[in-house]
């Protein structure tokens, strides 16, 4: 798998540098004439690509992501392609030349490379390609097949959800979801990990080591993060028909030091509306994006009047009627009615 996340690798560093080159000289190259050049004039030149268990699929595929990097820059939804290194995302995907691969069980056989175990059960399906990853020192499986689902039966017709640093989510029902920290409880491992790995001399398997150990637990504190998301987006989807969130300016929240690494580490501001979107679809309810300069903190729930909060202030005190309620739950009863709207 090694080998082919290197082939894979080479195929796209070589046609990001090969495009840029044609592009320097007022060209406008593409994914097909850069595959069609590769398979023909460097393909036979370099006989590593071609040993027997190699899929030669991988190096087609590597195109198409080249393509669809330039092409999401282009339309501006994403930055200049910039080329892979080894041992940082390193992945790969491969297909049984237009067949269908079936799936299923505790073992899969991958095309030219043989069975596999797996750690997981996979379904029983087919699908048309298969795409293999690499975090830390753990191989990973990611196939897309088709499913039915029906919509489940919704608790509540509308809920406004605050999202926040001090609790990760404030429901207009009056639930809330603490953020459990886990960036910060294991900060201190973290340092201690990552102060081991500098210390080891360059190209030493200790060194080597100390970097799938670090590797290790950042992928731990990604996956817990994860979890947590998928707990809470999960539960409001399948039990609320239409939920309002806000579009959260995350990019300029992050200038606010004080904040900065609480927002960054709980990584869920994205991810969070990323989820709702799919799992939307899955279940069966409404997503509405509220505008982000729309006031939910500084409206008083009960009369409607509008005052500036500072950060610093949890609570809402209404300078008008004296309605006083949590800042986070107010904001989230104000998202609510969006939808009645």
């Not at 393509?67 to 940082?88: E, M, R, W």
């Not at 959800?161 to 990760?168: H, R």
């Not at 294991?186 to 799938?212: D, M, T």
């Not at 500084?298 to 809402?316: A, F, N, V, W």
Request: a positive charge; one cysteine or more.
């Amino acid at each position: 798998m090694s080998k082919h996340a290197g082939i894979a690798r080479f195929t796209y560093n070589w046609g990001l540098a090969t495009w840029n080159e044609l592009y320097s000289y007022g060209l406008k190259p593409n994914k097909y004439i850069l595959k069609k050049f590769f398979n023909n004039h460097v393909k036979p030149e370099f006989t590593w690509i071609k040993e027997t268990g190699i899929c030669h699929k991988i190096t087609q595929y590597a195109f198409d992501n080249l393509g669809d990097a330039f092409s999401k820059f282009l339309s501006k939804k994403g930055g200049y392609p910039n080329f892979q290194k080894k041992g940082y995302h390193d992945s790969f995907t491969i297909d049984a030349s237009g067949k269908p691969i079936p799936v299923g069980g505790k073992s899969i056989k991958l095309p030219t490379i043989g069975w596999v175990k797996t750690y997981e059960g996979l379904p029983h399906t087919t699908c048309k390609s298969i795409t293999i990853s690499r975090t830390a020192d753990s191989w990973f499986i990611a196939l897309a097949y088709e499913q039915n689902h029906e919509p489940t039966i919704k608790v509540h017709d509308v809920v406004g959800v605050d999202l926040g640093v001090k609790t990760l989510a404030t429901l207009s029902t009056g639930a809330v979801f603490p953020n459990p920290k886990h960036y910060k409880t294991n900060l201190e491992k973290l340092r201690r990990l990552s102060r081991k790995f500098a210390r080891k001399s360059k190209g030493s398997n200790n060194r080597y080591k100390a970097k799938i150990q670090l590797a290790n637990h950042h992928a731990r504190v990604a996956n817990l993060r994860k979890d947590t998301l998928h707990q809470i987006t999960t539960f409001l989807c399948k039990n609320h028909a239409r939920i309002v969130v806000e579009d959260l300016n995350v990019s300029g929240m992050l200038f606010l030091h004080k904040l900065a690494q609480g927002i960054a580490a709980k990584g869920g501001f994205h991810e969070f509306k990323r989820q709702l979107e799919y799992k939307a679809k899955k279940f069966g309810c409404e997503i509405i994006i509220a505008d982000r300069w729309f006031p939910s903190s500084k409206t008083c729930s009960s009369c409607g009047h509008i005052q500036d909060m500072p950060l610093e202030e949890r609570t809402y005190n209404c300078g008008s009627c004296r309605h006083s309620m949590d800042r986070d739950l107010n904001a989230a009863i104000n998202l609510s009615r969006l939808a009645k709207a």
